[in-house]
T-cell receptor, first 114, second 114 residues
Framework: GNSVTQMEGPVTLSEEAFLTINCTYT??????LFWYVQYPGEGLQLLLK?????DKGSNKGFEATYRKETTSFHLEKGSVQVSDSAVYFC?????????????FGGGTRLMVKP | SQTIHQWPATLVQPVGSPLSLECTVE??????LYWYRQAAGRGLQLLFY??????ISSEVPQNLSASRPQDRQFILSSKKLLLSDSGFYLC?????????????FGDGTRLSIL
């Protein structure tokens, strides 16, 4: 079946450090890939997405590239801020699914210190 | 633009009491609708999804139920709450007619069972 694996957190960084959160997936067909961010006490917000191989999604300084050869969608940011502290979820949408069901990774908590 | 509303934002209920959480979507028609639960510090568990009025699919057997009385209204219910029902409940929607689309989440309801 489909699955998403994320690096376990928490990830603790100093402000302005470089961020990488690893995400790998297993899926049949041609899924779309997503990163969501959840700030404390809030729902999930779509951060970025990629719908086919080699697509790069980007938003708010975050980037992720859909790598079919390594089945990966790692999230990166060149310089994190304290306000980026949140839980990040990687997810995929099954390729042949009219219900747009998502398979989520377990989430990675990011803590950025001033 | 589309918006999703959940209420209440927080709820404290005694064991054995009934539950009704409501979710409504504005600005779109015929959405897919979803209910998730998130235990403290954990990932997302899909509880129910619906592709149309009166059409409910359950992903996990439990003492919760869901209903969709109107196109853009999704209700999560229980007749008798258990301690294990505590958690953060999230409603989400996605476009029905297109595949591999993201889901969009509400702000959640934090449910505490005493």
């Amino acid at each position: 079946g489909n699955s998403v694996t994320q690096m376990e957190g928490p990830v603790t960084l100093s402000e302005e450090a470089f961020l990488t959160i690893n995400c790998t997936y297993t899926a049949t067909g041609y899924p779309s890939l997503f990163w969501y961010v959840q700030y404390p006490g809030e729902g999930l917000q779509l951060l970025l997405k990629a719908t086919k191989a080699d697509d790069k999604g980007s938003n708010k300084g975050f980037e992720a590239t859909y790598r079919k050869e390594t089945t990966s969608f790692h999230l990166e940011k060149g310089s994190v801020q304290v306000s980026d502290s949140a839980v990040y979820f990687c997810a995929l949408s099954k390729g042949n699914n009219a219900g747009n069901m998502l398979t989520f990774g377990g989430g990675t908590r990011l803590m950025v210190k001033p | 633009s589309q918006t999703i509303h959940q209420w209440p934002a927080t709820l404290v209920q005694p064991v054995g009491s009934p539950l009704s959480l409501e979710c409504t979507v504005e600005g779109t028609s015929n959405p897919n609708l979803y209910w998730y639960r998130q235990a403290a510090g954990r990932g997302l568990q899909l509880l129910f999804y619906s592709v149309g009025i009166g059409q409910i699919s359950s992903e996990v057997p439990q003492n919760l139920s869901a209903s969709r009385p109107q196109d853009r209204q999704f209700i999560l219910s229980s007749k008798k709450l258990l301690l294990s029902d505590s958690g953060f409940y999230l409603c989400a929607w996605s476009v029905l007619t297109e595949r591999n689309q993201p889901q969009h989440f509400g702000d959640g309801t934090r449910l505490s069972i005493l």
